[in-house]
């Protein structure tokens, strides 16, 4: 099945893509957009739709995916400490992705982990900012890659993996031109007592620490 490829370079193409992109989350479709990172798959938070995503990654269904957003104010239910504000503040939006407690009447399974943590960012896309707004909730994102193969940086390179995935379900490319080269985010879990960094990225440790009283590394 070939993938729709949607134009998402510019403002006014961002503007006419974002109400049927929405529609097609809404309906339980999944897409291929551009981050501040790398180009990632994501859908709505429907059972559905993630269940699809999970088998277009060839992933455990109990593996969770993260979450994109626009601000902590979209994410209520999640469990804001005081660390996990100060980073936000400092790096949002930006490319940290933090771990948060969720609550799982809020949050399904495909999103929260077994010891109910969530994973979510705040990204500073313009377009993907725009495509949340219109979908007024968030979406999920997992890189647009191969198992063991480095992510796609642009529309060209997502087309490539989807001709090598096995799905039949159809995927949206949101065309967001050449992404210039860029270290994943970094992760840190501020679900428990002392915020723990998982994943060195993009944001550098020192930085973190510079906005953090205590950080376990």
């Known amino acids: 099945m070939s993938a729709p490829l949607v134009r998402f370079r510019t403002a006014v193409e961002v503007g006419a893509a974002a109400p ?18 790398v180009y990632g798959f994501g859908c709505a938070l429907l059972p559905e739709a993630l269940a699809a995503l999970a088998r277009l990654k060839s992933r455990a269904e109990t593996k969770p995916f993260l979450l994109l957003i626009r601000s902590i104010e979209e994410a209520p239910d999640l469990e804001w400490t005081d660390a996990a504000r100060s980073l936000a503040a400092a790096f949002w939006p930006g490319p940290l992705t ?3 407690r969720g609550d799982p009447r809020r949050y399904p399974p495909g999103v929260i982990a077994t010891d109910g943590t969530v994973a979510v960012r705040a990204t500073p ?11 007024r909730g968030p979406i999920t994102s997992t890189s647009a890659n191969r198992r063991g193969q480095p992510p796609a940086t642009s ?26 080269p860029s270290p994943p985010s970094t992760i840190v879990d501020c679900s428990g007592a002392r915020p723990r960094l998982l994943r060195a990225g993009a944001v550098p440790v020192q930085a973190l620490r510079e906005a953090l009283d205590e950080l376990d590394a």
């Open 20 to 37: 049927r992109v929405a529609r097609h989350l809404r309906a339980g479709g999944l897409v291929a957009y551009p981050t501040e990172t």
């Open 98 to 100: 933090l771990g948060l």
């Open 125 to 135: 896309h313009a377009g993907v900012r725009a495509l949340l707004a219109e979908l």
């Open 155 to 180: 529309a060209a390179e997502v087309l490539a993996v989807l001709r090598d995935l096995e799905s039949a379900q159809e995927v949206w490319v949101l065309d967001g031109g050449a992404l210039p």
